[in-house]
C-alpha cells in the first residue's frame, strides 16, 4: 500500500469483477462512482460488486459517491457540433427549443436575473468563451470572445456571476439515499460555495441514515473565496481541477491547489487531487513526464490522494494507470521533506493535535518502527497524518465505517480491531500498561509487522468518545501474548 492513497473512478471498462479486482491489486483503495452519468441500479450494481469483490480478496476499500450537483447546461442544438465565431453574436435564454449558432438554449432558469454586462460565461470546460454585452428581459446577447464548435448539453459556467442556484438539485437528493442506502464511504459534493452548502448535505446526509464523510469539492472561484470556512465544515477537500480551470484563469490553477492542499493541512482533513492525473492514458500505455511531474508535486504538495476519473472509467489502460499512479506515489512519498512536515509552519490549533505531534516527534527521535492510534472517529490517526511521520501509522478501531474513511488519510493503515469495542471499564479498572500493549501487538500483527518492535501508541481516554486526544505511551511490543 502507498502512503498516498488511490482514488479510481469506475465506469464502462472498470465496473467488472475482474478489472475491480486487478485495479485493487495495483493500488486503487478507494473507487469513486460518478452520479453524473449512468443509471441509479448501475450505481447500486457497482457499489455491490465493489464490496463483493474485496471481501473475496479479504480487503477493505471504500466507496465514495460523486452528486452531480447544479451543473447549468445549454440544451439541444442542431446541427451537432455548431460553430460558434469569434466576433458573432449568440442569444443565450432559458427556453426548450432547438438551438442553433444565433440561439442557445440553457437549463438555468434564472440566467437573464444572475448576468450582467460584462461577465464571462464560459461553454464546454472553457473551450468557447462569451461576454454579456446585453440583457433583454430573458435573453442574454452574448459577443462570442473565443470561438468554437459547441455541441448539445455541454456544462456552461458562469465564473463571474453570483448564482441564486441552490447546492443540492432533488438529483442529488435521490442520489444521496442511494449512497446511504449502499453504505458509501464518503460523498464527493459538487459546486460547493460555502460551509452552508455542507452543512445542508450534512443534514440531508443524517435525515437518509448514513454516515458518509463529506468530501468538498473546490471548482468555483466562489468556493476558493471561501475557503477556510469550506474546509472547516467538510471531512475532508477535492481539488476539482476541471471546472476550476474555467472559472478561473488557467495560470491561477496551480497556485490555488497549493493554498488549498495547505489549508487541508493545517486543519488536519484529507485532500484528494483531481482531474488530468493521467489524461493521456485514456490512449496511450504510458504516461507523459509532466503528467508524472504533476502527480509528484501534488504529493510534494501535501495531497493525501490522487485520483484518476476518465482514465480508468472510460480508457484504454484503467489498471495500468492505477499501477503508474502507484509507482510514482511511492517514489514521491519516499522523497518527502519530513523536516518540513514536523514543524509546519501553522501552530497546533489544539490541545488533541498537540499531543499527536508530540507522538511523531517521539516516533522521530526514538527511531520508533510504527505509530499505533487506537481511535473511534479517526480524528487522532488524521492529525498525526498531517506530520508525514517516517514509520507506519496503524489506526486500531472496532468502527468498520471510520476504518473505511481512514483509507483517504495519508499515511494510515486502518486496522480492524474489534477487541477495542466496550473496553472502557476493563481499562479504568485493570493495568493499562498491560492493556496498551496487548493492543498495540495486535494491531502490528494485523498489519503484517512481526518480531519485536519499539513503539509511541496514542488515544483518546476513555475510550468510545471521539474527538479526545489525550494519551501517549512508548512501549516495546514482543511476540508473546501478556
Same mark, same amino acid.
Given at each position: 500500500?502507498?502512503?498516498?492513497?488511490?482514488?479510481?473512478?469506475?465506469?464502462?471498462?472498470?465496473?467488472?469483477?475482474?478489472?475491480?479486482?486487478?485495479?485493487?491489486?495495483?493500488?486503487?483503495?478507494? #473507487?469513486?462512482?460518478? #452520479?453524473?452519468?449512468?443509471?441509479?441500479?448501475?450505481?447500486?450494481?457497482?457499489?455491490?460488486?465493489?464490496?463483493?469483490?474485496?471481501?473475496?480478496?479479504?480487503?477493505?476499500?471504500?466507496?465514495?459517491?460523486?452528486?452531480?450537483?447544479?451543473?447549468? %447546461?445549454?440544451?439541444?442544438?442542431?446541427?451537432?457540433?455548431?460553430?460558434?465565431?469569434?466576433?458573432?453574436?449568440?442569444?443565450?435564454?432559458?427556453?426548450? #427549443?432547438?438551438?442553433?449558432?444565433?440561439?442557445?438554449?440553457?437549463?438555468?432558469?434564472?440566467?437573464?436575473?444572475?448576468?450582467?454586462?460584462?461577465? $464571462?460565461?464560459?461553454?464546454?470546460?472553457?473551450?468557447?468563451?462569451?461576454?454579456?454585452?446585453?440583457?433583454?428581459?430573458?435573453?442574454?446577447?452574448? %459577443?462570442?470572445?473565443?470561438?468554437?464548435?459547441?455541441?448539445?448539453?455541454?456544462?456552461?459556467?458562469?465564473?463571474?456571476?453570483?448564482?441564486?442556484?441552490?447546492?443540492?438539485?432533488?438529483?442529488?437528493?435521490?442520489?444521496?439515499?442511494?449512497?446511504?442506502?449502499?453504505? +458509501?464511504? +464518503?460523498?464527493?459534493?459538487?459546486?460547493?460555495?460555502?460551509?452552508?452548502?455542507?452543512?445542508?448535505?450534512?443534514?440531508?446526509?443524517?435525515?437518509?441514515?448514513?454516515? @458518509?464523510?463529506?468530501?468538498?469539492?473546490?471548482? %468555483?472561484?466562489?468556493?476558493?473565496?471561501?475557503?477556510?470556512?469550506?474546509?472547516?465544515?467538510?471531512?475532508?477537500?477535492?481539488?476539482?481541477?476541471?471546472?476550476?480551470?474555467?472559472? /478561473?484563469?488557467?495560470?491561477?490553477?496551480?497556485?490555488?491547489?497549493? *493554498?488549498?492542499?495547505?489549508?487541508?493541512?493545517?486543519?488536519?482533513?484529507?485532500?484528494? $487531487?483531481? $482531474?488530468? @492525473? /493521467?489524461?493521456?492514458?485514456?490512449?496511450? *500505455?504510458?504516461?507523459?513526464?509532466?503528467?508524472?511531474?504533476?502527480?509528484?508535486?501534488?504529493?510534494?504538495?501535501?495531497?493525501?490522494?490522487?485520483?484518476?476519473?476518465?482514465?480508468?472509467?472510460?480508457? !484504454?489502460?484503467?489498471?495500468?494507470?492505477?499501477?503508474?499512479?502507484?509507482?510514482?506515489?511511492?517514489?514521491?512519498?519516499?522523497?518527502?521533506?519530513?523536516?518540513?512536515?514536523?514543524?509546519?509552519?501553522?501552530? @497546533? !490549533?489544539?490541545?488533541?493535535?498537540?499531543?499527536?505531534?508530540?507522538?511523531?516527534?517521539?516516533?522521530?527521535?526514538?527511531?520508533?518502527?510504527?505509530?499505533?492510534?487506537?481511535?473511534?472517529?479517526?480524528?487522532?490517526?488524521?492529525?498525526?497524518?498531517?506530520? !508525514?511521520?517516517?514509520?507506519?501509522?496503524?489506526?486500531?478501531?472496532?468502527?468498520?465505517?471510520?476504518? %473505511?474513511?481512514? @483509507?483517504?488519510?495519508?499515511?494510515?493503515?486502518?486496522?480492524?480491531?474489534?477487541?477495542?469495542?466496550?473496553?472502557?471499564?476493563?481499562?479504568?479498572?485493570?493495568?493499562?500498561?498491560?492493556?496498551?500493549?496487548?493492543?498495540?501487538?495486535?494491531?502490528?500483527?494485523?498489519?503484517?509487522?512481526?518480531?519485536?518492535?519499539?513503539?509511541?501508541?496514542?488515544?483518546?481516554?476513555?475510550?468510545?468518545?471521539?474527538?479526545?486526544?489525550? +494519551?501517549?505511551?512508548?512501549?516495546?511490543?514482543?511476540?508473546?501474548?501478556?
Amino acid at each position: 500500500m502507498t502512503q498516498t492513497k488511490i482514488v479510481a473512478t469506475l465506469g464502462p471498462v472498470s465496473e467488472s469483477p475482474a478489472v475491480i479486482r486487478a485495479l485493487i491489486e495495483a493500488g486503487a483503495d478507494i #473507487f469513486r462512482i460518478n #452520479f453524473s452519468h449512468g443509471s441509479a441500479e448501475a450505481h447500486r450494481r457497482m457499489a455491490k460488486t465493489v464490496r463483493a469483490v474485496a471481501a473475496e480478496m479479504g480487503r477493505e476499500v471504500a466507496l465514495l459517491g460523486d452528486i452531480a450537483g447544479p451543473r447549468i %447546461r445549454c440544451g439541444d442544438i442542431a446541427p451537432e457540433p455548431t460553430p460558434l465565431e469569434t466576433g458573432s453574436v449568440v442569444i443565450l435564454t432559458p427556453d426548450d #427549443f432547438i438551438g442553433s449558432s444565433a440561439l442557445i438554449p440553457i437549463s438555468y432558469e434564472r440566467l437573464h436575473e444572475d448576468v450582467k454586462v460584462g461577465d $464571462t460565461i464560459a461553454c464546454d470546460d472553457g473551450r468557447i468563451r462569451l461576454t454579456v454585452e446585453a440583457v433583454e428581459e430573458r435573453k442574454v446577447i452574448c %459577443r462570442v470572445v473565443e470561438g468554437g464548435l459547441l455541441a448539445s448539453r455541454k456544462g456552461v459556467n458562469l465564473p463571474d456571476s453570483a448564482l441564486q442556484i441552490g447546492a443540492i438539485t432533488p438529483a442529488d437528493e435521490r442520489s444521496i439515499a442511494l449512497a446511504a442506502s449502499e453504505h +458509501f464511504d +464518503f460523498l464527493g459534493l459538487s459546486f460547493v460555495g460555502s460551509a452552508a452548502d455542507v452543512l445542508l448535505a450534512r443534514d440531508l446526509v443524517r435525515q437518509c441514515g448514513g454516515q @458518509m464523510a463529506l468530501i468538498a469539492k473546490i471548482e %468555483r472561484r466562489r468556493a476558493v473565496e471561501h475557503l477556510n470556512e469550506i474546509v472547516e465544515a467538510s471531512d475532508g477537500v477535492m481539488v476539482a481541477r476541471g471546472d476550476l480551470g474555467v472559472e /478561473l484563469p488557467i495560470e491561477q490553477v496551480p497556485l490555488v491547489q497549493k *493554498q488549498i492542499l495547505r489549508a487541508c493541512n493545517e486543519h488536519a482533513k484529507p485532500a484528494i $487531487t483531481a $482531474t488530468q @492525473m /493521467l489524461e493521456s492514458m485514456i490512449q496511450n *500505455q504510458r504516461p507523459t513526464r509532466a503528467e508524472v511531474t504533476d502527480i509528484a508535486n501534488a504529493i510534494l504538495d501535501g495531497t493525501d490522494a490522487v485520483m484518476l476519473s476518465g482514465e480508468t472509467a472510460v480508457g !484504454r489502460y484503467p489498471v495500468e494507470a492505477v499501477r503508474a499512479m502507484d509507482r510514482v506515489a511511492r517514489a514521491a512519498d519516499q522523497a518527502l521533506d519530513r523536516r518540513r512536515w514536523l514543524h509546519p509552519e501553522s501552530p @497546533m !490549533r489544539d490541545n488533541d493535535s498537540a499531543v499527536a505531534h508530540a507522538a511523531v516527534e517521539l516516533a522521530h527521535h526514538l527511531k520508533l518502527d510504527a505509530i499505533v492510534c487506537l481511535t473511534e472517529g479517526g480524528s487522532t490517526p488524521r492529525r498525526i497524518a498531517r506530520h !508525514r511521520p517516517t514509520c507506519p501509522i496503524l489506526a486500531g478501531s472496532a468502527n468498520v465505517g471510520t476504518l %473505511r474513511r481512514l @483509507m483517504l488519510c495519508w499515511g494510515v493503515e486502518p486496522v480492524d480491531l474489534p477487541e477495542l469495542a466496550g473496553k472502557t471499564s476493563a481499562v479504568q479498572s485493570g493495568n493499562m500498561e498491560l492493556w496498551v500493549g496487548h493492543m498495540a501487538r495486535l494491531c502490528l500483527r494485523a498489519a503484517g509487522i512481526t518480531g519485536p518492535r519499539r513503539v509511541v501508541v496514542v488515544a483518546g481516554l476513555p475510550l468510545g468518545e471521539p474527538g479526545i486526544t489525550n +494519551f501517549v505511551h512508548v512501549a516495546v511490543i514482543g511476540e508473546e501474548s501478556p
